[in-house]
């Protein structure tokens, strides 16, 4: 499906994007810094839940018609960033106590990663500008190939941006439980996200 050596060419690559601190990581940040390593992993595997749709959605050759369309484009980014705005407000006016071991935590982790990916107009253009590199149209369904590179960035992509959460929320854990400091902190990151999100532009 896959020739190894353009395999072998693109693992590197992607672990090389994955490596660079971005919104997703940013966001992982926050989640550990916040609720702790166990919502890190499930932000991350939200995040990475997001990047195989993505994936999938441009092999199915939609995501080039959305492109192209400026104003489901611009709908989607500016959905991204009334949301992240929402969660800073949410943040700063809610106060749960911090449970690493709470399911409800996690599964909101999960689910807000996952919107926030999807959201995120930046991870079209990212994968139809890298991944069609490497697609080799005699190897098999598109498709596919598309799902194999997907699955490499979201695998690489959980597990960095998941140990970043979780190198976040050690740090979190050494500050006092239930400090306000913390939720501040989430909520400008999330500000941060929600700035870098409305201005942008797409090239």
């Not at 590199?133 to 695998?155: E, K, S």
Request: positive net charge; glycine residues 10%.
């Amino acid at each position: 499906m896959v020739d190894p050596l353009v395999l072998a060419a693109f693992v590197p690559a992607a672990l090389a994007l994955n490596l660079t601190p971005g919104a997703d990581m940013m966001f992982c940040v926050a989640q550990g810094v916040r609720s702790g390593p166990r919502a890190a992993w499930a932000a991350s595997a939200g995040i990475s839940t997001g990047s195989m749709i993505h994936v999938l959605i441009a092999g199915a050759g939609l995501s080039a018609l959305l492109v192209r369309w400026p104003l489901a484009f611009d709908l989607i980014r500016w959905l991204g960033v009334a949301y992240l705005l929402w969660l800073a407000v949410h943040t700063l006016r809610k106060h749960p106590a911090r449970n690493t071991d709470a399911p409800v935590a996690r599964q909101w982790a999960f689910r807000t990663g996952l919107i926030v990916n999807l959201t995120n107009p930046k991870v079209v253009l990212f994968v139809l500008a890298f991944i069609p590199q490497f697609i080799t149209p005699d190897a098999g369904p598109i498709i596919l190939q598309f799902a194999v590179f997907g699955a490499v960035i979201a695998l690489g992509g959980f597990f960095i941006n998941g140990l970043a959460g979780v190198s976040a929320g050690r740090l979190g854990q050494k500050l006092a439980q239930g400090n306000r400091v913390l939720d501040r902190l989430t909520a400008g990151i999330f500000v941060a996200l929600a700035v870098r999100l409305a201005v942008f532009e797409r090239s």
